[in-house]
């Protein structure tokens, strides 16, 4: 039986890294994540790929990811960086999973995470709340849109989101 992909889609510090190695530990899927993928590619952070080469480059780097990830991954868990979701092939990649959040809970999350200065330096897009913010609202309804399913995961633990995930892919 082929197992098909998840690919994990939300807003930047929802939580989709941490939902995938929780699913990976309950399961028999591995994990890859878009942003450490283009990482290695590129040699470098995404907040350097941010400031030396900006983000149409960056995005464009997710646009070959998303390519390479058709062509090559089979029976993984995917999460991706918060504007993969925009990729054209998403849907040939896998099942797409949106884990849902209000901007509010993402950021309480974040401050709370015990390495949290290195979550919010990582995120080149959340140095700027009131930007960061205007992004969220622009991407709810399209995250929604492309989503197969949607997981609500702001009073969550991953536990709690594995189950729901695991309950609503079979």
Not at 23 to 28: G, H, R
Not at 70 to 82: L, Q, W
Not at 138 to 147: F, G, M, N, P, T
């Amino acid at each position: 039986m082929k197992k098909e992909n998840i690919i994990l889609i939300g807003f930047m510090g929802v939580g989709k890294g941490t939902v995938a190695r929780a699913l990976v530990k309950q399961s028999d899927y591995f994990a890859v994540d878009t942003d450490d993928l283009i990482e290695s590619l590129e040699n470098k952070k995404i907040k350097k790929i941010f400031e030396q080469d900006g983000e149409p480059y960056f995005r464009a780097l997710e646009k070959k990811c998303a390519l390479w990830c058709e062509k090559n991954i089979k029976g993984s868990i995917i999460s991706t960086g918060g504007g993969f979701y925009k990729q054209e092939n998403l849907k040939k990649i896998g099942k797409v999973i949106y884990l849902q959040s209000t901007f509010e809970a993402i950021l309480e999350g974040l401050k709370n995470a015990p390495n949290s200065k290195k979550k919010f330096k990582k995120r080149p897009l959340l140095s700027n709340l009131e930007e960061a913010k205007k992004i969220y609202n622009q991407r709810i309804k399209e995250y929604e849109k492309v989503a197969d399913i949607i997981i609500n995961v702001e009073d969550w633990d991953e536990n709690k989101a594995v189950k729901k995930i695991f309950k609503a892919i079979k």
